[in-house]
Nanobody
């Protein structure tokens, strides 16, 4: 069982930055696929970024060049640095962990956090 707890969400104006954190475990960060997903009201949950210890990070096209996923295996933490935020980035953001192989598909991830709200105003 992997417990995931997100923090760091909130409200920001367009063009601003936020950093999301996900408390996981050293084992999860070091050995599993870790991802960030988001879900806007009335829309499906979609992948934002994926990190693991063996492959380069991958990002959704909509966030490339603006978001950066990173991990701190010593402390069991996953991060998502979000810069140049846009109103369309507003959503509930979820941290997720899964087993290899995985990219950014929902069904590849087994464990989910409770989610945290990010709101970007224009």
């Amino acid at each position: 069982q992997v417990q995931l707890v997100e923090s760091g969400g909130g409200s920001v104006q367009a063009g601003g930055s936020l950093r999301l954190s996900c408390a996981a475990s050293r084992h999860a960060i070091s050995t599993m696929c870790m991802g960030w997903f988001r879900q806007a009201p009335g829309q499906e949950r979609v992948g934002v970024a994926r990190l693991n210890s063996y492959d380069p990070p991958i990002y959704a096209d909509s966030v490339k060049g603006r978001f950066t996923i990173s991990g701190d295996s010593a402390n069991g933490m996953l991060y998502l640095q979000m810069n140049s935020l846009k109103p369309e980035d507003s959503a509930m953001y979820y941290c997720a962990a899964g087993y290899f192989p995985c990219r950014l598909e929902l069904d590849e991830y087994t464990y989910w956090g409770q989610g945290i709200q990010v709101t970007v105003s224009s």
